[in-house]
Each structure stands twice: as C-alpha cells, then as structure tokens.
T-cell receptor
Framework: GAGVSQSPSNKVTEKGKDVELRCDPISGHTALYWYRQSLGQGLEFLIYFQGNSAPDKSGLPSDRFSAERTGGSVSTLTIQRTQQEDSAVYLC??????????????????FGPGTRLTVL | DQQVKQNSPSLSVQEGRISILNCDYTNSMFDYFLWYKKYPAEGPTFLISISSIKDKNEDGRFTVFLNKSAKHLSLHIVPSQPGDSAVYFCAASHSAAGNKLTFGGGTRVLVKP
C-alpha cells in the first residue's frame, strides 16, 4: 500500500522567497504531523493535525510558518520570507485514529521521505 | 532545553555482537517511548516501543529496557547485522501532549561485517 508521500523531495530557494511543502498521508489516517530535522540535529516537532484542525501548533518557530490541512487528507506547510536558518529536512508523518482513547497506547507514526529545503 | 538526549552520536560494533543504544530523558510526564531507525534519504521507520508501566519489551532481535527512576532507556540489538547500520532515534510522548513526539539527537550505528 502507499505510504506517506511528500513533494518536492528537494527545494532550493533564495532567501526571502516563500515556499510550500506538501504532504499526502496514508489514506484513512486522521492524524498528521510535521517535523523538521536540521543538520546534525534530532527531529523537532512543528505542528499536529487531527482531521482538519490543529490542536497543537506549539512547535512552529515563527509566524512565518503556517500549515493547513484540507479534506482530512493533504497538508501544506508554508514558509514565508525564508531565511537561511530554515534550511532543513521537513518530515511529515501520519497515524491512524487515536488509539490512546481506547487505552491501546500511543499510535505509531509513519513518516514520509521528507523534503530537503535549502535556502541560499 | 533538550528533554530527550542520546549522548552517544555514534557506535561501531562487529557483526553478530550486541549493540546497545542509550537514551536519557528529563520530563517525568513522558509515559510512552519509541525507537525509530533512519536510513539516508528516507523517513524514520518505527522499530519498537514501550509504555511507562513496563520495564522491558522484546521484538525479535530488538529489546527496549526502561528504568523510570533513572529516566533512562536503552535499545539492545542482538545479534547485530550489517543491515542494522543506520541512525537510531529515541522518542518520547506524554498523554497531555497527544501523540506529539520529542526526539533525541540520534545515534549512528555502524555494524562491521
């Protein structure tokens, strides 16, 4: 079956330009997450969607970052006026309906291959 | 403030021997822990997890141990195989934060044939 897909796989942009990164989660997965991995660092949480709503945006580093999800499926992460420190691999993950509510533990998150963003 | 730390950035081990990866955390609210494996140019893949109500979980060659009092967990891979060469990330979550994962910085494992 199809896994999580992300596009583009690589994006090179100039400082100050806006970029859009896309994530297609696994069909039927209601939860969607964005993380980023800067060079030599671990994964850093950005934002979490349950359906189309984002109950946790606490990881977005500045107001230049925004994300939306439509139809409970595809999500877009937008970075406005990109800066060099935005260069990183942006990873999307999805997981099924929250099993925690049924006492079945934390859902495994399935990750896409990421988008490598380079801001010159 | 790093809430999840993997203090060893790299580990080299001979094929067939045991690999031991360590992870420390500071947030006592964490109640679920996961290990992910990552190959270059791919997203992380889930390996094994453990709830805070347990101290050990085993799945084939992989075993995770949790020491809550020390806020420490470890992943044992035995026997190590060359295909295990990858970066391993420890992650943690707590109920109040939904499924948001807090990751460590990763440990690069090299298994030598």
């Amino acid at each position: 079956g199809a896994g999580v897909s992300q596009s583009p796989s690589n994006k090179v942009t100039e400082k100050g330009k806006d970029v859009e990164l896309r994530c297609d989660p696994i069909s039927g997965h209601t939860a969607l997450y964005w993380y980023r991995q800067s060079l030599g660092q671990g994964l850093e949480f950005l934002i979490y969607f349950q359906g189309n709503s984002a109950p946790d945006k606490s990881g977005l580093p500045s107001d230049r970052f925004s994300a939306e999800r439509t139809g409970g499926s595809v999500s877009t992460l937008t970075i406005q006026r990109t800066q060099q420190e935005d260069s990183a691999v942006y990873l999307c993950a999805s997981s099924p309906r929250d099993r925690r509510l049924a006492g079945l533990g934390v859902n495994e998150q399935f990750f896409g291959p990421g988008t490598r963003l380079t801001v010159l | 403030d790093q809430q999840v730390k993997q203090n060893s950035p790299s580990l080299s081990v001979q094929e067939g021997r045991i690999s031991i990866l360590n992870c420390d955390y500071t947030n006592s609210m964490f109640d679920y822990f996961l290990w992910y494996k990552k190959y270059p140019a791919e997203g992380p893949t889930f390996l094994i997890s453990i709830s805070s109500i347990k101290d050990k979980n085993e799945d084939g060659r992989f075993t995770v141990f949790l020491n809550k009092s020390a806020k420490h967990l470890s992943l044992h891979i035995v026997p190590s195989q060359p295909g295990d060469s990858a970066v391993y990330f420890c992650a943690a979550s707590h109920s109040a934060a939904g499924n948001k994962l807090t990751f460590g910085g990763g440990t690069r494992v090299l298994v030598k044939p």
